[in-house]
C-alpha cells in the first residue's frame, strides 16, 4: 500500500511539475494532461482522509529529501532518496518492482564480467534506460563517469534514477560528488551522506574530493546579484524595450541573420531560454508557424507578462510564457527541438544544473544555439570582463561536459562583440 502511494504521489509530483510552470499548452499535449490531472485528483483524495500531511514543492526537492533505509526485494544496502534509488546490485524481479516504484533510469556502476546475467536486456524489457559507468578501481573512476552520472542524478527527482554496484560502496562516491556540486550541500554533510550510502574505500572517497576540488577550481563565480534587478516586481518593461529593441544591439540588428543560422523549420518546437521582452520569441513563433510552438523561458515575471500581453495583442497563439528558476528552465522532457540561449548562459547562477534541464528537454539530436559576449582581457569593454563570468572557450567546454557536442561557430557580419555557437544533443 504505502509504495503504491508513492507511486501515485510521485505520478502528481510530476503532473504539477508540467501543469505548473507553464500557462498554456498547445492541443497536442491535453491527452498527457488528461493523465495528469487523473493522477492529481487521485492525489487529492488520499490527502483529504489524511493519508499525507505534508507535501514537497519542486523548488525544495533537493533539499527537503532526506536519505533513508528501506527495503525492496532483495536488495542489498537500498537507499531512498525522494525519487532516487541507491543500491547495492538489483535482480531482475528487482528491476521491475523499482518500475513499479517510478524508477526510469537504471545506473550500473559494475564491470560486466562482475554479473552472470544480461542487466542491459532486463532494464529496457521493462521499458526502462540503461546506462554502464564501470569502473572497479580508484583509478578507473574517471571524470567522464562523474560527469555522466551526475547529469542524469540531477534530474533524478524528475526523472528517477536507480545507481548502484555490487555494495554502493561506488554508489558512495559518486553520491558524494552530486550532493556537493548539484546540490550545493556542504562537503562534511555530503560525505556523512556518502558513507551512510556505503562509502567505504578511501581512495573512492579521494577521487570524488579530487572531482569535486576540480570543479570548483575551474568555475568562475557569476559576479552578485546579477539577476537582482529582473526579479524586481516594480521592473520598468518599457526601460528594457530600450535598450534590448535598439539596432545599436548587435542580437537585434542582426536578428534576421541569426534567426536564419538557427534552422529552424516550420512545426519545430523552439526554447527561447533567457526570452527578455520576447523579440526573438516572436521571430521563431512566425517561424515555426501555426503547427509549431515557441517557450518563451525566463526568471523575469515582469518580462513574460509583457511577453503575454504582446502576444494576445499581435494575435500571436503559439508562444508559451515559461518562468524559469536560476537551477531548471522547467521545460517537459523531450519537448523542444531547438533551445537558443542568447546574452543568456553568463547569467545562469548553477550552469550545471540548468543545463542539465535544457539537455533533458531536448529531443534526441536537438540543437542548442548559443550567443554570448566575447570576453578578452586588453580587448573587451569594462562592462563585458565584469560582467560576463568567463570567456567563450570556458562556456563552450562547460556546455560539452553537458552532453552537447560541439559543431560549429558561426560568424554573423554584424558582430563585434558576440559570438554564436551551435551544439547538438548527444
Not at 550541500?185 to 556523512?192: K, P, S
Request: glycine residues 6%; proline residues 4%; hydrophobic residues 40%.
Amino acid at each position: 500500500m504505502k509504495l503504491a502511494l508513492e507511486v501515485v504521489f510521485r505520478k502528481s509530483y510530476n503532473a504539477c511539475w508540467y501543469l505548473k510552470h507553464t500557462e498554456h499548452y498547445p492541443f497536442r499535449t491535453l491527452p498527457k494532461i488528461r493523465t495528469m490531472t487523473r493522477y492529481l485528483l487521485l492525489a487529492a483524495l488520499i490527502l483529504q482522509v489524511g493519508v499525507f500531511s505534508k507535501s514537497v514543492t519542486a523548488e525544495d526537492a533537493s533539499t527537503s529529501f532526506k536519505l533513508e533505509s528501506i527495503e525492496l526485494g532483495t536488495i542489498s544496502n537500498l537507499h531512498s532518496f525522494g525519487a532516487t534509488l541507491l543500491c547495492g546490485q538489483p535482480s531482475a524481479s528487482d528491476l521491475a518492482k523499482a518500475k513499479e516504484r517510478g524508477i526510469e533510469h537504471v545506473i550500473s556502476l559494475r564491470e560486466l564480467d562482475e554479473i552472470d546475467w544480461n542487466q542491459a536486456e532486463a532494464v529496457e524489457a521493462l521499458g526502462l534506460q540503461y546506462y554502464h559507468f564501470a569502473f572497479r578501481s580508484p583509478e578507473s573512476l574517471t571524470d567522464e563517469i562523474f560527469e555522466n552520472s551526475l547529469k542524469l542524478l540531477a534530474n533524478s527527482q524528475m526523472s528517477p534514477v536507480m545507481l548502484h554496484c555490487a555494495s554502493a560502496n561506488r554508489v558512495g562516491a559518486i553520491w558524494l560528488a552530486h550532493r556537493v556540486l548539484n546540490d550545493g550541500l556542504q562537503l562534511a554533510e555530503a560525505r556523512d551522506e556518502a558513507k551512510k550510502v556505503g562509502l567505504k574505500t578511501p581512495a573512492f572517497e579521494e577521487k570524488a574530493l579530487a572531482y569535486i576540488e576540480n570543479q570548483k577550481a575551474r568555475k568562475t563565480d557569476v559576479p552578485e546579484g546579477i539577476n537582482d534587478r529582473f526579479l524586481d516586481a516594480n521592473l520598468d518593461v518599457s526601460e528594457w524595450l530600450g535598450r534590448f529593441e535598439i539596432e545599436s544591439r548587435e542580437v537585434y540588428f542582426a536578428r534576421e541573420k541569426v534567426l536564419d543560422a538557427c534552422a529552424i523549420k516550420p512545426g519545430d518546437s523552439v526554447a527561447d531560454i533567457g526570452a527578455g521582452t520576447g523579440f526573438y520569441s516572436r521571430l521563431f513563433a512566425s517561424a515555426v508557424g501555426e503547427t509549431g510552438w515557441v517557450y518563451a523561458v525566463d526568471i523575469s515575471p515582469r518580462f513574460l507578462e509583457h511577453i503575454n500581453r504582446k502576444s494576445q495583442s499581435d494575435k500571436v497563439t503559439n508562444i508559451t510564457s515559461v518562468l524559469c528558476t536560476d537551477q531548471s528552465v522547467r521545460l517537459p522532457p523531450n519537448s523542444v527541438d531547438v533551445a537558443f540561449i542568447c546574452d543568456t548562459y553568463h547569467h545562469f547562477e548553477s550552469p550545471q544544473a540548468t543545463m542539465a534541464s535544457i539537455h533533458r528537454a531536448l529531443k534526441p539530436g536537438g540543437t542548442l544555439v548559443v550567443i554570448d559576449f566575447e570576453r578578452i582581457p586588453g580587448k573587451s569593454r569594462e562592462f563585458i570582463l565584469g560582467h560576463v563570468r568567463a570567456g567563450k572557450e570556458v562556456f563552450q567546454a562547460e556546455i560539452v561536459e553537458s552532453g552537447f557536442q560541439f559543431i560549429e561557430e558561426l560568424k554573423i557580419p554584424a558582430f563585434k562583440e558576440n559570438y554564436l555557437l551551435r551544439f547538438q544533443k548527444k
